[in-house]
């Protein structure tokens, strides 16, 4: 039902733009820095986490504010970012689908929320993944690099940085994809065998199952 349901989404969406639009327009607008990684869930020290180690987060979370009652519009992270840069649900425009073979279209007047940042004189960063699951807008970002930092910025402008860190992306768990399919495949076929050695039909054999 939450998925379906357009108030939760809408409503987080309207205080982040409100808070970003007030900010923006601030006689001394501040700096940004999102902060983003994936598959983490709440697990850090902050939100009660017993056996993680994150001291600086933590200490961060501290000196900040901590947001304990939020969603997440989609399970992976591409039509995540979907919904946290344009403020709708990613099945309202078709990209809720996981690297689906064309991009999402927003719909007309839909702004990215960095966009409307640069219009108010922001300079834009994007650091890591652009995967938005539509083409971004060329007028999102003054730069976009995986190799994007927070040096060298123009003094006469307040910035607003996007930092992406994939220690934690599920990926890490299968670094050389080749070596450890092959390990996989080899534990399968051993544990297979093993069975049917138990069972001990002939007529069976660990290449046929």
């Given at each position: 039902?939450?998925?379906?349901?357009?108030?939760?989404?809408?409503?987080?969406?309207?205080?982040?733009?409100g808070?970003?639009?007030?900010?923006?327009s601030?006689?001394?607008?501040?700096?940004?820095?999102?902060?983003?990684?994936?598959?983490?869930?709440?697990?850090?020290?902050?939100?009660?986490?017993?056996?993680?180690?994150?001291?600086?987060?933590?200490?961060?979370?501290?000196?900040?504010?901590?947001l304990?009652?939020?969603?997440?519009?989609?399970?992976?992270?591409?039509?995540?970012?979907?919904?946290?840069?344009?403020?709708?649900?990613?099945?309202?425009?078709?990209?809720?689908?996981?690297?689906?073979?064309?991009?999402?279209?927003?719909?007309?007047?839909?702004?990215?929320?960095?966009?409307?940042?640069?219009?108010?004189?922001?300079?834009?960063?994007?650091?890591?993944?652009?995967?938005?699951?539509?083409?971004?807008?060329?007028?999102?970002?003054?730069?976009?690099?995986?190799?994007?930092?927070?040096?060298?910025?123009?003094?006469?402008?307040?910035?607003?940085?996007?930092?992406?860190?994939?220690?934690?992306?599920e990926?890490?768990?299968?670094?050389?994809?080749?070596?450890?399919?092959?390990?996989?495949a080899?534990?399968?076929?051993?544990?297979?065998?093993?069975?049917?050695?138990?069972?001990?039909?002939?007529?069976?054999n660990?290449?046929?199952?």
């Amino acid at each position: 039902m939450l998925l379906t349901h357009p108030k939760p989404l809408l409503t987080l969406a309207l205080s982040v733009f409100g808070t970003l639009a007030s900010a923006a327009s601030a006689a001394e607008p501040p700096n940004i820095v999102l902060l983003l990684v994936e598959d983490l869930s709440p697990r850090i020290g902050a939100f009660g986490d017993p056996v993680a180690n994150t001291p600086n987060l933590d200490e961060l979370a501290a000196e900040g504010r901590r947001l304990t009652n939020v969603f997440t519009a989609a399970p992976v992270c591409a039509p995540s970012r979907a919904a946290l840069f344009t403020g709708l649900y990613p099945q309202t425009f078709g990209a809720q689908h996981m690297r689906a073979r064309q991009s999402a279209v927003p719909p007309a007047g839909v702004i990215p929320f960095p966009e409307i940042l640069r219009e108010h004189g922001y300079y834009t960063i994007m650091q890591g993944k652009n995967d938005f699951q539509f083409d971004a807008h060329s007028t999102m970002w003054d730069v976009t690099s995986p190799a994007a930092s927070l040096k060298n910025l123009p003094a006469d402008q307040p910035f607003f940085a996007v930092l992406q860190n994939g220690a934690t992306h599920e990926s890490g768990l299968w670094r050389d994809w080749g070596v450890q399919l092959k390990r996989f495949a080899k534990t399968a076929t051993n544990c297979v065998s093993c069975a049917l050695a138990m069972l001990k039909p002939a007529r069976w054999n660990a290449a046929e199952v």
